[in-house]
């Protein structure tokens, strides 16, 4: 029962081929992130012609790396948001005229929960109770997992995301786009104590974030440094990057703790992140709880969660309506 699926809800196009079980028969990325590059960040007319150029390839080369013919896909989905409409509206209206021709099956997504439901593929699954962390360019929340569908919001960013943080100040210190891998592999050689950067919220009980203090604190402390020193870099870098990676740890702890939940799950862009792979682990073997991880290649934007995450609302006995529109904001409870 493979349902193929496309992603486009920023700058990457992607077209996957999912079984129910989570287990990729193919999946393709065609990056745009060198094109973007020269701009400092996604601009969002050159992302929608990009996608038209790379969507229908994309269809045929996981046809042929799937060795599967366009009338054995069981159904079509797409991201329908939240993202970029024009970068939206190419995957749906690809999907969806598939669908058409092939007289099957249509869903709408929610990359929200294509994150979500990520660390359970590759024969992670089932679905199961749970606590998430989804920590993207765009995204910073926990949520309680019930079943597939059944989701409850513990806590989400009153400002910037945690990607947006590392991307902004990269910007500021002069590192190239997108910033959240640039900082990593500056920080492995520098010292995470070396500037007392701010962790917000963290007293109490609050399970909510903010990462516009640590972003201010970092662009007051620039006219003190030389950045121009290696060394220098690497301290400012390590620095800022444990910050946030301190906050997203004890938080998920945090939200384990009072919801009950033993499992743990990570997903989404940022938990790429070295170090923030390396402490949550660590961490999760103190408290004795259960981690998920998405595997790197699912972390970013990509078609494989879309599938798996529609083949999970598939064998439930839904579907979406061809006229469903996409939603730039949509929510995922």
């Known amino acids: 029962m493979p349902i193929l699926a496309l992603e486009s809800s920023c700058d990457e196009t992607a077209a996957a081929i999912c079984t129910p079980e989570g287990t990729l028969l193919a999946s393709r990325i065609a990056s745009q992130a060198e094109i973007h590059r020269r701009y400092g960040g996604v601009v969002p007319e050159v992302a929608s012609r990009n996608h038209i ?12 790396e799937a060795g599967l013919a366009l009338g054995e896909i069981t159904a079509f989905a ?12 190419i995957g749906t209206s690809m999907a969806k005229a ?33 606590v998430a962390l989804i920590v993207s360019g765009g995204h ?20 910037d995301a945690a990607g947006e943080a590392f991307d902004k100040v990269a910007k500021m210190i002069g590192l190239p786009y997108p910033g959240g891998p640039e900082i990593d592999k500056q920080a ?11 962790r917000s919220f963290m007293d109490g009980e609050s399970l909510e974030f903010s990462f516009s203090g640590l972003k201010t604190a970092v662009l007051y402390e620039l006219p003190k440094l030389n950045l121009e020193d290696p060394t220098v870099l690497a301290d400012v870098c390590a620095s800022v990057q444990e910050a946030i990676i301190e906050v997203l740890v004890e938080k998920l702890v945090l939200a384990a703790r009072q919801t009950g939940e033993t499992l743990v799950t990570v997903s989404g862009g940022v938990s790429c992140n070295r170090g ?50 996409v939603d730039p904001n949509l929510a995922l409870v």
């Open 53 to 64: 150029l790379h969507v229908r390839p994309l269809v045929q080369e996981v046809l042929e």
């Open 78 to 89: 797409a991201t329908s948001g939240p993202g970029l409409v024009s970068s939206l509206l």
């Open 98 to 130: 598939l669908a058409v021709a092939e007289k099957k099956p249509f869903l709408a997504v929610n990359h929200m929960e294509g994150h979500l439901l990520s660390p359970f593929m590759g024969g992670q699954g089932p679905v199961r109770p749970s």
């Open 140 to 159: 910073t929340m926990l949520v309680q997992v019930k079943s597939v569908g059944e989701y409850i919001l513990l806590g989400r960013t009153r400002d």
């Open 188 to 198: 492995r050689q520098g010292n995470p104590r070396a500037f007392a950067f701010p």
């Open 276 to 325: 923030l792979r390396e402490k949550l682990m660590a961490r999760c073997e103190k408290e004795k709880l259960t981690l998920l991880l998405a595997k790197p290649d699912l972390c970013t934007d990509n078609a494989g969660m879309i599938a798996y995450a529609a083949s999970q609302r598939f064998q439930l006995g839904q579907s979406s309506a061809l006229e469903a529109d």
